[in-house]
């Protein structure tokens, strides 16, 4: 079993406001879910223009794990109004 975790720092261009923020971070962590994947908004809560999640998905080889938060993180890279400004993958197998 291999657990797969990305950090995803993001800048909310058009988000004027924390309830413009939370239709933005809905709409991407629901796009995310699609792929089989869990979805949390971990720091910046209080901030209307940018957001962390953290995204984790658990899969019975490595490089699948790996695969989903790839295709996971092109998604959040194509959602108008959102800039991905860093992204870190952890990846943990059995010998971990």
């Given at each position: 079993?291999?657990?797969?975790?990305?950090?995803?720092?993001?800048?909310?261009?058009?988000?004027?406001?924390?309830?413009?923020?939370?239709?933005?971070?809905r709409g991407v962590a629901a796009s995310l879910r699609k792929l089989n994947c869990a979805v949390a908004e971990v720091d910046h809560q209080d901030l209307r223009q940018r957001?962390?999640?953290?995204?984790?998905?658990?899969?019975?080889?490595?490089?699948?794990?790996?695969?989903?938060?790839?295709?996971?993180?092109?998604?959040?890279?194509?959602?108008?109004?959102?800039?991905?400004?860093?992204?870190?993958?952890?990846?943990?197998?059995?010998?971990?």
């Amino acid at each position: 079993m291999f657990v797969a975790l990305l950090r995803l720092d993001l800048r909310l261009q058009d988000a004027a406001s924390l309830k413009d923020k939370r239709s933005v971070v809905r709409g991407v962590a629901a796009s995310l879910r699609k792929l089989n994947c869990a979805v949390a908004e971990v720091d910046h809560q209080d901030l209307r223009q940018r957001t962390t999640l953290a995204v984790a998905t658990v899969a019975g080889e490595g490089f699948h794990a790996r695969r989903v938060l790839v295709t996971a993180e092109r998604e959040v890279e194509r959602t108008p109004g959102v800039e991905l400004l860093s992204s870190d993958v952890t990846l943990y197998g059995p010998e971990d």
